[in-house]
């Protein structure tokens, strides 16, 4: 017999993996439904992905760029240089919220079927990905609109979204976890984006931050992310702050390994809670 | 022999359990008390979150162990049933085996792939078509796309909803849901199934199908399948041997025949007198004027299909009342009406009751024509035509089990009630020939 299960408490480690191979499939279908069920029953559908970012953007570009007057990066447009940070930090944001719910979402599923649970948050990033892809269009007409042309870094856009990727998993499975346990964090979740948003450096450059705290702000792993988007799209005119991003880095592999570390913990006793 | 398929060792499963002291009982208590104890209780709550441990609502809390030291060992294309009453544990152990959820102490070994069908359409999305969630479920389910392309065809016919796989399943009856999701589940190819209680639904044709697809399985694909249901006698056509969970540990494995007829005969209101004076009342019996305080059954239990039965009802009464009529009924444990007996039903007097105190009335069926089963037994009092002085829907489980005059075919069936009546057979004109002739 090729397929051998022991269950003991404490641990079934030893197919956690190959599980989560084999099961592979579920995480494309449960990605593929979120999609499709996503703006169903919607009149302007996939447009919304469209109309949140864009709004948001104009409004941080009025309050940041000509109320509070802050600099730009380099020449670049300043609204560029908001859009750049927004698409980052929406993905990271709707992911986070999104998967945190995830699991209560699927209460169901979880206290019916036997699957790796891991698959259930990080499938609903994957909707957060979808619509940082129409954001994208966004960002390709507001570059022409401003006739600014990329440079040679947008080839580098990959690696930072990977990054921000990462960045998302991390907190999101510690926080889809501890939802399970303490639905507190369903009220904990939109507030701590909400500050989030203006920690990070979304309506403003991070070169605006006083250079001897710079390095201690880069702890906030978005930092990073956001950092490494805006050098991507806007070229040159944006500087990279090279020890930062690495410290972001070193954060976001923390959380990613403390993310995943106490999902495992917690997953077993998912369906015992939910 | 080899190995078996699934081995199960001293496992136990704890549940905490919060409860509520005082308050719920009494109503209201002082405003400081209430205080104090939401204090402890938040306190408390705090002190688990510290700890990582999971939080209990309630002012206490207790283990509830769901499972206590269960051992077993299933062969290769065994099939067997667990049987037991809600809350036995039947359901725990399999969503252990299952994986769901794990074990507080024991081990298990499976040798083969697992599949596990506790609901039937798990994860079944409204938004979604026909063909989109066979593809959902049986990803859910652990089947791969390509398994479940070359199943789409048959999944399709089996559910009969050709026409409208490109249908919201929100649109869908609930016949039509159902199907679709058995239909799916019904196509899995583990090499352990795991079914709980799944069988109960659709209609009769579909059940029938559906068991008949369950025995393809186990019988003619030699797979090993653990099976849960309360329906006796599906369990005893399926699976030759039985597991008799109570209260958490097995109390009997054997044979099907042997362990259900045990369990049967345990498992209903036994008690020869039946207390009703203890039990909630529906609220619209607002008034005591009459209280019905006993079912005394005057037969041997458990009755017998087709066999008399005789019982005595115990009532009170606290003031005059006038016109008093008493009805029994048997239901089947989803609730339906199948029978009822009143006194007053071909227009007998209701009598007057004109004192105060203590009252009784027997009756007696010739021939009961409940086929065997569960039911569950109403009992009620009207005064006049219908003002109902005291009602108890389902207030005690009575078992009827095969009499002697019972024919083979009805015991395994949810026949319900069956009555004589004349027939005459209407041969043809060769036929009468032939029959003569013979």
């Known amino acids: 017999m090729s397929y051998l299960v022991v269950i003991e408490p404490g641990q079934h480690e030893r197919n956690y993996w190959r599980d989560l191979w084999r099961y592979r499939e579920l995480f494309y279908v449960l990605a593929w439904r979120d999609l499709a069920v996503r703006y169903k029953q919607t009149v302007i559908g996939a447009a919304w992905a469209l109309i949140r970012p864009f709004l948001t953007m104009v409004i941080f570009t009025v309050i940041f760029g000509r109320v509070a007057k802050l600099p730009s990066d380099g020449t670049a447009p300043y609204a560029l240089l908001v859009f750049a940070g927004m698409l980052p930090w929406t993905f990271f944001s709707s992911g986070l919220g999104d998967a945190s719910n995830s699991l209560i979402g699927n209460a169901n599923l979880i206290s019916k079927v036997y699957f790796p649970r891991l698959i259930v948050p990080t499938s609903t990033l994957v909707v957060a990905f979808a619509d940082l892809l129409i954001a994208f269009a966004i960002l390709a007409a507001l570059m022409g609109w401003y006739r600014f042309a990329p440079s040679w870094q947008i080839l580098v856009l990959p690696v930072f979204i990977m990054f921000a990727f990462l960045a998302s998993v991390g907190p999101a499975l510690w926080v889809a976890a501890l939802n399970v346990k303490y639905r507190d964090f369903r009220v904990v979740v939109p507030f701590m984006v909400q500050l989030g948003l203006y920690v990070s450096p979304v309506g403003f450059s991070s070169n605006v931050v006083p250079a001897h705290w710079r390095l201690v702000y880069s702890l906030n792993p978005m930092v990073g992310v956001i950092d490494g988007f805006r050098w991507c799209i806007l070229g040159g005119q944006s500087h990279l702050y090279l020890p930062g991003l690495i410290a972001s880095l070193a954060v976001t592999l923390f959380f990613l390994w403390f993310g995943i570390h106490r999902f495992r913990r917690t997953e077993k006793s998912f369906a015992d809670m939910i | ?438």
């Open chain 2, 1 to 438: 022999m080899p190995p078996p398929v699934i081995s199960v060792e001293h496992v136990s499963k704890r549940y905490l359990v919060g409860h509520r002291t005082e308050r719920q009982i009494y109503g209201h208590t002082n405003l400081r008390d209430a205080i104090g104890r939401e204090l402890r209780s938040a306190a408390r709550k705090v002190v688990d979150v510290a700890r990582g441990r999971q939080v209990v609502q309630g002012d206490t809390v207790e283990e509830f162990w769901a499972l206590k030291d269960i051992g077993f060992e299933v062969q290769e294309g065994e099939v067997l049933g667990i049987v037991g009453r809600n809350g036995a544990g039947k359901s725990t152990l399999l969503k252990i085996l299952s994986r769901i959820t794990e074990p507080t102490a024991g081990r298990i070994v499976l040798r083969g792939r697992v599949a596990s069908l506790l609901e039937v359409g798990t994860g079944f999305h409204p938004e979604l078509s026909g063909r989109e969630n066979i593809y959902l479920n049986g990803a859910i389910l652990g089947m791969s796309r390509g398994e479940i392309r070359r199943k789409f065809d048959e999944i399709v016919a089996f559910a009969e909803i050709e026409r409208f796989l490109d249908t919201p399943v929100k649109r869908y009856s609930s016949g039509m849901y159902v199907r679709l999701a058995f239909a799916v589940a019904a196509h899995l190819e583990p090499e352990i199934l795991i079914v709980d209680e799944v069988l109960a639904v659709g209609d009769a044709e579909f059940q029938k199908k559906c068991l008949g697809k369950m025995d393809d399985v186990s019988r003619r694909e030699g797979r090993t399948v653990l099976f849960v249901s309360h329906n006796m006698g599906v369990v005893t056509s399926l699976c030759p041997t039985v597991i008799w969970l109570e209260h958490g540990v097995i109390r009997q494995r054997g044979s099907a025949r042997q362990v259900i007829t045990e369990y049967l005969a345990r498992r209903t209101d036994r008690e020869q007198v039946i207390c009703l004076s203890g039990v909630p009342r529906p609220q619209y019996v607002e008034e005591d004027r009459l209280r019905l305080q006993a079912i005394e059954w005057l037969s041997d239990l458990p009755l017998r299909h087709g066999e008399p039965v005789r019982a005595r009802i115990h009532f009170k009464t606290r003031v005059p009342v006038s016109s008093v009529a008493i009805g029994i009924g048997f239901s089947n444990l989803e609730g339906t009406r199948l029978l009822t007996y009143d006194t007053d039903f071909q227009g007998e007097i209701r009598p007057d009751l004109s004192k105060s105190g203590e009252y009784s009335v027997d009756f007696c069926i010739a021939s009961l024509p409940l086929a065997p089963d569960t039911y569950a037994l109403d009992i009620g009092a009207r005064s006049g035509h219908g003002h109902a002085l005291d009602y108890l829907a389902a207030c005690a489980q009575i078992e009827v089990i095969a009499g002697p005059m019972t024919p083979g075919f009805i015991v395994l069936k949810g026949a319900g009630v069956r009555l004589p009546c004349e027939w005459n057979w209407c041969f043809s004109e060769q036929e009468r020939k032939l029959r003569l002739i013979g």
